[in-house]
């Protein structure tokens, strides 16, 4: 908790007349939610509500105040530093607690209902430019073929053509992740030499540090598309990540309690690829941080992630990146040497 950022923010977060904001949102009415109306918020503002033309920008949410139903061509992160808030999606209402994060996806009608005088909720949006491809291999292993890191970063920042609606993180007050989401928001108000980088990095640090919580456990994550006994895409995504030598369809369905042929179903629906490339793309991964990093022999590597006949692995390997272990550990070596 930093005091100076919050009365900062305080300031910001006074209430304000929702018709009074239409003014300058000027927003079109895209369709309706029962009898009320969905308005397109495709622009975003400061808190002086000027249009903000960044990729990444930062606005604090009006204290006790109106806000209808909308959707945005961007997606939005809300994370309620004091008290909390309650976004309804879909019909369901989904109360995000103090310094835990919800991320609303792109093209999702939703709205947040009234908070109490004292909450302060910062708003993050992202749009389509917030990251380049360089940012992006950030969120991967080592290697050049796709990684589920990928799809879990695919996940995070949801994607307007995927079916998922919202992801909620019970952050539980980890430090290092409040820290990063003040250390954002310093930057942002607070603009110096290379606050835009510093931001883009933060935020890239703090979907890994997500990804890295939930990973061990300490972290919460809730999708707005697959809730059945509180699993989601990226509790089985990690399930792979975590299992990837010796997992099977029937196991990993009977961890989760699920038909496999519907757990193989959903897999593919929900990232465009079958169970058995998923656990291709880690084992290959793996293996390419082992070619990449030791001098271990190319059989050894293929046993150590998975694959008990050496040749299969060479076949699966070249497919996925493009050349053989050999050729890939070559390359490494003359790129770095």
């Known amino acids: 908790m930093n005091p100076e950022i919050l009365e900062l923010l305080r300031k910001k977060s006074q209430p304000r007349d929702w018709e009074d904001l239409n003014k300058h949102f000027q927003a079109e009415i895209c369709g309706y939610v029962g009898l009320e109306p969905v308005y397109q918020f495709y622009s975003t503002l400061n808190d002086s509500l ?3 033309a960044h990729s990444i920008s930062l606005s604090v949410q009006p204290q006790a105040s109106y806000i209808p139903w909308h959707q945005h061509n961007y997606a939005e992160m809300m994370i309620p530093l004091l008290g909390k808030c ?3 999606v879909n019909g369901k209402k989904i109360t995000v607690e103090q310094e835990d ?3 609303v996806g792109k093209g999702v009608s939703h709205r ?3 908070t109490d005088s004292g909450a302060i909720v910062v708003n993050i949006a992202l749009k389509n430019t917030a990251f380049s491809l360089t940012d992006l291999n950030f969120m991967l292993h080592s290697g050049t073929g796709q990684s589920i890191s990928n799809l879990l970063f695919s996940l995070l920042s949801s994607d307007e053509n995927r079916e998922t609606q919202y992801c909620l993180f019970k952050v539980n007050h980890q430090a290092q992740i409040v820290n990063l989401i003040y250390d954002i928001i310093g930057e942002y108000y607070h603009d110096d030499v290379q606050s835009n980088q510093i931001i883009r990095f933060d935020l890239l640090g703090l979907f890994s540090r997500l990804i890295r919580q939930a990973y061990h456990g300490k972290l919460s994550v809730k999708d707005g598309k697959f809730t059945n006994n509180g699993t989601d895409v990226l509790s089985l995504l990690l399930y792979i990540e975590k299992h990837y030598q010796a997992i ?3 196991e990993m369905a009977t961890n989760f309690g699920f038909n496999p ?3 193989s179903a959903y897999l593919k ?4 690829l079958t169970f058995i490339k998923l656990v291709h793309l ?5 293996a390419a941080e082992y070619l990449a990093n030791t001098v271990v022999a190319i059989e050894q590597i293929a046993l150590k992630v998975g694959y008990e006949n050496p040749s299969y692995f060479y076949k699966i390997f070249k497919k996925t990146m493009g050349c053989s272990p050999k050729e890939y550990r070559q390359r490494f070596y003359k790129l770095h040497n």
């Open 261 to 263: 042929n519907y757990l």
């Open 269 to 272: 629906k929900n990232t465009g």
């Open 282 to 286: 880690q084992r290959i991964n793996v």
């Open 248 to 250: 099977t369809l029937e």
């Open 50 to 52: 000027e249009i903000n």
């Open 101 to 103: 994060i919800i991320m």
């Open 112 to 114: 947040v209902e009234e």
């Open 86 to 88: 309650c976004v309804v």
